[in-house]
């Protein structure tokens, strides 16, 4: 008892419990979190509330793929034709699409700061950043103040990166932040970058007729996908579209305007081999985090390129590898998994550490998702990096694959292209990874990323009982096929 009341009273003189500096899904979250653990929150946030997944990532990029697939969808007169149905010319209208995607996003904020109101937590409207130990600092619109909190948790977040030798100019050539904005639809369009933001948009744009060049530095599109799903892809989201691929060559300089002038290079003698001439450009070439400005010298922090807050299993941040006192880390500036999920995730570990509850992020068993038509989803290892744990770890892989094209509901659908990839130990049947392309992939995945997080092996698997006919079904037989392979 007489810990307890030792304890409330350091809380209580401070300003608060937890300072959170960043308002997005992971800062949300562990505002949340912190009000059900008793603590005393608020959060601090310089843009709109929501950060980059709610304003100008996963909502309205989500309602821009819902939209364009609709109309690709209806645009399939052989599809529809093999199910019976016969439909006129299919007419869009881009200022509404435009308009209910930035509706959602809206809808999605203002839901956002009314959850963080009802609950009490204080939200701050201005830059914050660290003014020492266990103090932060805001510039407002009136003016700078200084709070004090017996914990400080930094979720500022990441920002589009973009190469030198590109200008922006938000009109001609932008990132996803303007891309989600929908104001134009330029005939042709180069995108620079083959990861999902680069495959979602090009979804977006050749199912509203543009056409496309997808430009990318590595020797192969998609590459951070596993191999056969990246191939199987390539062959139904690009190779049939209106998509001019050009790969292993650097955007060496884009100059904005009209038309925008794009020059490609040789990646390694970095001598220009070919200048384009496009409408538009996006640039999608990754994100980086946004930790400057955040006072993290004024307690020793120091990032590791390119500017990432180095943090321990536990989300504490670190110095020299030691974990500063009451200071954690979360979401894409800790350099972990740059998805919204895996900030909440982290924010509700950090929290659950800060009450002296221990817990870590098994950020293997994190799934993720591309919302192409078809979608792509996956979890765990790829099969290269799997067999490279095993080569390491003395184990050896297996990999099965089952095809869209049995499953009766996918067949049903007209909707068969598609496989399913477990990747798993053949001495124990754990698995490792799983990849999905096809219909509804992005829903299919969370039951791997639940097996994959109990550590499941296979020959469990095989013997849970799926819904029939469901999609699910193309995971059970992949459970099964892997057994009679085992």
Same mark, same amino acid.
């Given at each position: 008892?007489?810990?307890?009341?030792?304890?409330?009273?350091?809380?209580?003189?401070?300003?608060?419990?937890?300072? $959170?500096? +960043?308002?997005? /899904?992971?800062?949300?979250?562990? %505002?949340?979190?912190?009000? !059900?653990?008793?603590?005393?929150? =608020?959060?601090?946030?310089?843009?709109?509330?929501?950060?980059?997944?709610?304003?100008?990532?996963?909502?309205?990029?989500?309602?821009?793929?819902?939209?364009?697939?609709?109309?690709?969808?209806?645009?399939?007169?052989?599809?529809?034709?093999?199910?019976?149905?016969?439909?006129?010319?299919?007419?869009?209208?881009?200022?509404?699409?435009?308009?209910?995607?930035?509706?959602?996003?809206?809808?999605?904020?203002?839901?956002?700061?009314?959850?963080?109101?009802?609950?009490?937590?204080?939200?701050?409207?201005?830059?914050?950043?660290?003014?020492?130990?266990?103090?932060?600092?805001?510039?407002?619109?009136?003016?700078?103040?200084?709070?004090?909190?017996?914990?400080?948790?930094?979720?500022?977040?990441?920002?589009?990166?973009?190469?030198?030798?590109?200008? $922006?100019? +938000?009109?001609? /050539?932008?990132?996803?932040?303007? %891309?989600?904005?929908?104001? !134009?639809?330029?005939?042709?369009? =180069?995108?620079?970058?083959?990861?999902?933001?680069?495959?979602?948009?090009?979804?977006?744009?050749?199912?509203?007729?543009?056409?496309?060049?997808?430009?990318?530095?590595?020797?192969?599109?998609?590459?951070?996908?596993?191999?056969?799903?990246?191939?199987?892809?390539?062959?139904?989201?690009?190779?049939?579209?209106?998509?001019?691929?050009?790969?292993?060559?650097?955007?060496?300089?884009?100059?904005?305007?009209?038309?925008?002038?794009?020059?490609?290079?040789?990646?390694?003698?970095?001598?220009?081999?070919?200048?384009?001439?496009?409408?538009?450009?996006?640039?999608?070439?990754?994100?980086?985090?946004?930790?400057?400005?955040?006072?993290?010298?004024?307690?020793?922090?120091?990032?590791?390129?390119?500017?990432?807050?180095?943090?321990?299993?536990?989300?504490?941040?670190?110095?020299?590898?030691?974990?500063?006192?009451?200071?954690?880390?979360?979401?894409?500036?800790?350099?972990?998994?740059?998805?919204?999920?895996?900030?909440?995730?982290?924010?509700?570990?950090?929290?659950?550490?800060?009450?002296?509850?221990?817990?870590?992020?098994?950020?293997?068993?994190?799934?993720?998702?591309?919302?192409?038509?078809?979608?792509?989803?996956?979890?765990?290892?790829?099969?290269?990096?799997?067999?490279?744990?095993?080569?390491?770890?003395?184990?050896?892989?297996?990999?099965?694959?089952?095809?869209?094209?049995?499953?009766?509901?996918?067949?049903?659908?007209?909707?068969?292209?598609?496989?399913?990839?477990?990747?798993?130990?053949?001495?124990?049947?754990?698995?490792?990874?799983?990849?999905?392309?096809?219909?509804?992939?992005?829903?299919?995945?969370?039951?791997?990323?639940?097996?994959?997080?109990?550590?499941?092996?296979?020959?469990?698997?095989?013997?849970?009982?799926?819904?029939?006919?469901?999609?699910?079904?193309?995971?059970?037989?992949?459970?099964?096929?892997?057994?009679?392979?085992?």
């Amino acid at each position: 008892m007489e810990g307890n009341e030792q304890e409330r009273d350091v809380s209580q003189s401070f300003d608060y419990d937890l300072v $959170i500096i +960043g308002a997005g /899904v992971g800062g949300h979250g562990a %505002a949340i979190h912190a009000v !059900s653990c008793g603590l005393k929150t =608020a959060v601090i946030e310089a843009a709109d509330m929501g950060g980059t997944c709610v304003n100008r990532g996963c909502i309205p990029s989500k309602a821009l793929l819902a939209a364009s697939g609709r109309v690709r969808e209806l645009q399939d007169a052989p599809h529809l034709k093999a199910l019976g149905i016969q439909l006129g010319d299919v007419a869009f209208d881009r200022q509404a699409i435009a308009d209910h995607a930035n509706s959602i996003v809206t809808k999605q904020r203002e839901a956002l700061i009314g959850s963080l109101k009802r609950l009490g937590v204080d939200t701050i409207h201005g830059w914050g950043k660290i003014a020492g130990v266990q103090k932060v600092s805001v510039a407002t619109k009136d003016g700078e103040k200084t709070i004090t909190a017996k914990d400080i948790m930094l979720a500022p977040g990441s920002v589009p990166f973009v190469p030198p030798g590109i200008e $922006i100019d +938000g009109k001609t /050539v932008f990132t996803s932040d303007d %891309a989600v904005r929908l104001e !134009s639809l330029p005939s042709w369009i =180069a995108i620079v970058g083959s990861g999902y933001i680069g495959l979602e948009f090009a979804d977006v744009y050749s199912a509203l007729g543009c056409e496309i060049t997808l430009i990318e530095a590595l020797d192969q599109l998609m590459p951070g996908f596993d191999p056969d799903i990246a191939k199987l892809a390539q062959r139904v989201l690009i190779t049939p579209r209106d998509i001019e691929t050009k790969v292993g060559v650097l955007a060496k300089r884009i100059t904005p305007g009209s038309p925008v002038v794009i020059e490609l290079a040789d990646v390694k003698a970095k001598e220009t081999v070919e200048v384009l001439e496009v409408d538009a450009c996006l640039v999608a070439t990754g994100r980086v985090p946004l930790t400057k400005e955040l006072g993290l010298d004024s307690v020793g922090v120091e990032t590791v390129r390119p500017g990432y807050i180095p943090i321990n299993d536990h989300m504490a941040v670190l110095v020299g590898g030691e974990p500063v006192p009451h200071l954690w880390a979360i979401g894409d500036a800790t350099g972990k998994l740059m998805l919204a999920h895996a900030a909440s995730a982290q924010g509700v570990a950090a929290v659950e550490n800060i009450c002296a509850r221990p817990r870590a992020v098994d950020y293997h068993s994190i799934p993720a998702a591309a919302f192409t038509h078809p979608e792509i989803g996956f979890v765990g290892l790829t099969e290269p990096a799997a067999k490279e744990k095993g080569k390491a770890e003395g184990f050896e892989i297996t990999a099965v694959r089952t095809y869209f094209k049995g499953n009766a509901k996918a067949i049903a659908e007209g909707e068969t292209e598609g496989v399913a990839k477990v990747i798993y130990r053949q001495d124990t049947g754990e698995v490792l990874g799983v990849h999905i392309f096809g219909l509804h992939a992005s829903d299919l995945i969370q039951e791997a990323a639940n097996a994959i997080a109990q550590r499941q092996t296979v020959q469990d698997l095989a013997f849970l009982v799926h819904a029939h006919p469901t999609l699910s079904e193309v995971l059970d037989e992949a459970y099964k096929r892997a057994v009679t392979v085992h």
